[in-house]
C-alpha cells in the first residue's frame, strides 16, 4: 500500500475540486517512510495510475 493524499473540496455550490499530491513527494526521505525498491521504481506508473482515477 502506498500514501496517497487525494483531496476532495467543494469550492463553491455545485463546484468540486479533485487533487492529490505528486506521489514523488510521498517518496522523499523526510516523511520517514520506507519503500520497496520496486515502489521507487514504478511511481512513474503509479503517479499515472493516480491521475486517471481522479479524472
Known amino acids: 500500500m502506498l500514501p ?11 463546484k468540486i475540486e479533485v487533487s492529490a499530491h505528486q506521489p514523488d513527494s510521498v517518496y522523499e526521505d523526510h516523511t520517514k517512510q520506507r519503500f520497496t525498491q520496486d515502489s521507487r521504481r ?3 506508473q503509479i503517479k499515472e495510475n493516480i491521475r486517471a482515477g481522479i479524472t
Not at 496517497?4 to 455545485?14: D, F, H, L, M, R
Request: glycine share 14%.
Open 4 to 14: 496517497c493524499n487525494v483531496i476532495v473540496q467543494e469550492k463553491k455550490p455545485g
Open 42 to 44: 514504478n511511481k512513474g
